[in-house]
C-alpha cells in the first residue's frame, strides 16, 4: 500500500514562511508527479505547486515567486518552501503523488496565516 505523510503546517502572521514536506512509500514503482493542493472554505481546489520526475516544476499564478518547490534528498520525499505568507494562502493542503494512472493523497496538514 502507497501511503503519504506530510507535515509542516501551522498558525503563521502574514510575511511568514512555512515549508511543509510530504513523502511517499509503500509499493509504488515510480513517481511521475509529486506536489500539494489546497482548499479553503469557498474556494475551488487548486493545484498549488508540482515537480517532475524529471524536476521540472509548476506553480499556480497566485504563489508564483513566493512558493518553492523542491526534492529531497530522501526517496520520493518533496518540500514546498512558502514564504510572503498571505491571509489568502490559508487552506488545508493536501500532498500528492501520481505514479501512472494512480493518484494518491496524503493526509492534509492546515496552514492558517492570520495577524
Known amino acids: 500500500q502507497v501511503q503519504l505523510v506530510e507535515s509542516g503546517g501551522g498558525l503563521v502572521q502574514p510575511g511568514g514562511s512555512l515549508r511543509l514536506s510530504c513523502t511517499a512509500s509503500?509499493?509504488?514503482?515510480?513517481?511521475?508527479?509529486m506536489g500539494w493542493y489546497r482548499q479553503a472554505p469557498g474556494k475551488e481546489r487548486e493545484l498549488v505547486a508540482r515537480i517532475s520526475s524529471l524536476d521540472t516544476t509548476g506553480y499556480s499564478d497566485s504563489v508564483k515567486g513566493r512558493f518553492t518547490i523542491s526534492r529531497g534528498n530522501a526517496k520520493n520525499t518533496v518540500y514546498l518552501q512558502m514564504n510572503s505568507l498571505k491571509p489568502e494562502d490559508t487552506a488545508v493542503y493536501y500532498c500528492?503523488?501520481?505514479?501512472?494512472?494512480?493518484?494518491?493523497w496524503g493526509q492534509g496538514t492546515q496552514v492558517t496565516v492570520s495577524s
Open positions: 500528492y503523488a501520481k505514479d501512472g494512472s494512480r493518484i494518491y
Open positions: 509503500g509499493s509504488i514503482s515510480s513517481i511521475d508527479f
